[in-house]
């Protein structure tokens, strides 16, 4: 009667809503290591960001004075906040740990990798950014893996076809 189901998404749970995604990251990047980590937001970001006004689109993460800030994003500004209101686009600090900082520094100093937010989301009532370590792919790297992609999506078709 009182069964769980196991394979629940995290979407599905209250505590857990999804601000904005960065779309285009997947394609664009090859995605090495991701790491969830906060971010210090103003009053007037919050509430901008509970109402859906955040892109990531030209957002990424840069490592200064072995701190991790997020530059780029931009968090519209929450007309009810009038003369308390935010700056859209300033650098937000991301909270990581020392050796998470560390790590992330290493991989952000070496050839061609970049940090880039995926998504941005609250988690029990608290903003967080799942930021990931990715090396930029070139036109015939987004070419090879669509038509990757679609051959394994015809593969899973014609397995299916034939299951049933």
């Known amino acids: 009667m009182g069964k ?3 394979n ?12 904005a995604r960065n779309r285009k990251a997947r394609h664009q990047y090859d995605i090495l290591d991701e790491l ?3 971010i210090a937001l103003q009053g007037s970001e919050v509430k901008s960001a509970r109402s859906g006004k955040v892109s990531l689109d030209e957002a990424y993460g840069r490592v200064q004075g072995g701190e991790v800030y997020l530059i780029g994003c931009d968090i519209a500004e929450y007309p009810q906040a ?8 300033r650098p937000r600090k991301l909270l990581l740990h020392r050796r998470e900082i560390r790590k992330f520094a290493e991989a952000a100093g070496q050839n061609g990798l970049t940090l880039i ?13 799942k930021l ?12 090879e893996k669509l038509k990757k992609d679609t051959a394994k999506q015809e593969m899973r078709r014609a397995m299916a076809a034939r299951q049933s």
Not at 8 to 18: E, G, H, R, V
Not at 83 to 89: A, F, V, Y
């Open 117 to 129: 937010p995926l998504s941005m989301y609250f988690k029990k009532g608290i903003a967080k950014v």
């Open 36 to 38: 969830e980590c906060g």
């Open 82 to 89: 009038n003369l308390m209101n935010h700056e859209p686009k």
């Open 4 to 6: 769980k189901n196991k």
């Open 8 to 19: 629940k998404k995290q979407t599905d749970d209250p505590n857990f809503k999804t601000i």
């Open 132 to 143: 990931a370590t990715a090396r930029g792919r070139k036109l015939h790297d987004k070419r």
